[in-house]
């Protein structure tokens, strides 16, 4: 599914945020408190709008690796990284087995993607596992908002705006998993509490009105 949205992934994001998911990215990678230098990593990156914001932050002298287990939503990202100001290095992998040693970064980050974890725990364990202690793992998603008028706004545009704006870019089916794999995420809470168990203290904070989530959780030095 992944692979057959990858043309049109990044138009569909500005369109359904009004362009405002970059300010988001931004704000995560305010949060992962990365360091000129740094060696981190994005999971799930899809076209890498976020390892790209990593890269602005740890230049000089540090590297993004950025894995996704999509070849077409690598070959843009790709794309995008010519002319990045740290080295950018995209790798597919699978976020239940990441491919890396323990300890090996300073930070670890995923953006709109962990709701797309097979395994949420396993997934969070692996971002843990290779974060070093003191590190940091971010989880930037979307959350469902409980009060009016937002949530009536938010009920009605990803129920029955989105699914049509996919129809017409070619692809319901992808447009019609987004908003159920939202309701399916655990909500902001539940989802630090799940990070906790991984070894993490954890704070979040809730924006747009209660739409955007952004963790963050910092790993202890017994995970």
Known sequence: MFDRI???YDVMNS?????LH??????AVDLARVAPGDRVLDVATGTGDLALELAARVAPGGAVVASDFSQEM???ARAKAAGAPSPVTFECANAMQLP????????????????????????????T????PGGTVVVLEITTPTRPPLSTFYRLWFDRVVPVIGRLAGDPEAYSYLPNSVKRFPGPHELAARMHGCGLDVRYVLTAGGIIALHVGTKRARA
């Open 74 to 76: 690598l070959v843009r």
């Open 15 to 19: 369109v359904m945020t009004a362009g």
């Open 100 to 127: 890396y040693g323990d300890g090996e970064f300073a930070a670890a980050t995923v953006g709109f993607g962990a709701r797309n974890f097979s395994d949420l725990d396993r997934g969070l364990r692996e971002m």
């Open 129 to 132: 596992r290779v974060v070093r």
């Open 22 to 27: 970059h300010g988001w990215r931004r704000r």
């Open 6 to 8: 990858a043309g049109f």
